[in-house]
């Protein structure tokens, strides 16, 4: 019988460059966001602020990275999933930092969740891209 077991963590320093690169595509857009990585507890592990970046959008961001930590999904499959369930769709969305429209995103190495980005501050299509460019570089640094 197993009395632990092993997961990959990500580590400061490429938390570090993801959150530059979702912050350059968010210059290349044109747009000022939050950047938020969570570990897969939900625990932040890292933040950036642009500025100039909106306040509110600092705990949307922490959310999403949260919601994509906690379920190991992206936020934008929340809303197509619960549109068509009345029960869901209003009584979910009351769960403490649930988020479910886009620019969060789940991590993966291999098959083990191990956190989630959340960006807020653009348009949601913006919040993604810049999610993405920051999964991006965990990605290239594990298949690079």
């Known amino acids: 019988m197993k009395v632990f077991y092993e997961k990959p963590v990500i580590t400061q320093q490429i938390i570090m460059n993801m959150l530059d690169a979702a ?3 968010a210059e290349e857009l044109g747009i000022k966001v939050n ?3 969570a570990d897969d507890g ?3 592990k890292g933040f950036i602020r642009m500025d100039g970046a909106p306040l509110l959008s600092s705990e949307i961001s922490q959310n999403k990275a949260y919601t994509a930590a906690a379920f190991g999904i992206a936020t934008s499959e929340w ?3 619960i549109q068509n369930e009345p029960s869901l769709l209003h009584g979910i969305v009351h769960t403490k930092r649930l988020t479910i429209f886009g620019g969060g995103v789940p991590v993966y190495i291999d098959q083990h969740l191990v956190g ?5 501050g653009g348009s949601e299509q913006e ?7 920051a999964l991006a570089v965990l990605t290239g640094m594990l298949n690079g």
Do not use: T, W
């Open 79 to 81: 809303y197509p999933m």
């Open 127 to 133: 919040d993604i891209l810049c999610a993405e460019s």
């Open 23 to 25: 912050c350059q595509k």
């Open 42 to 44: 939900g625990n932040l």
């Open 35 to 37: 950047v938020s990585i």
């Open 116 to 120: 989630g980005i959340g960006v807020s």
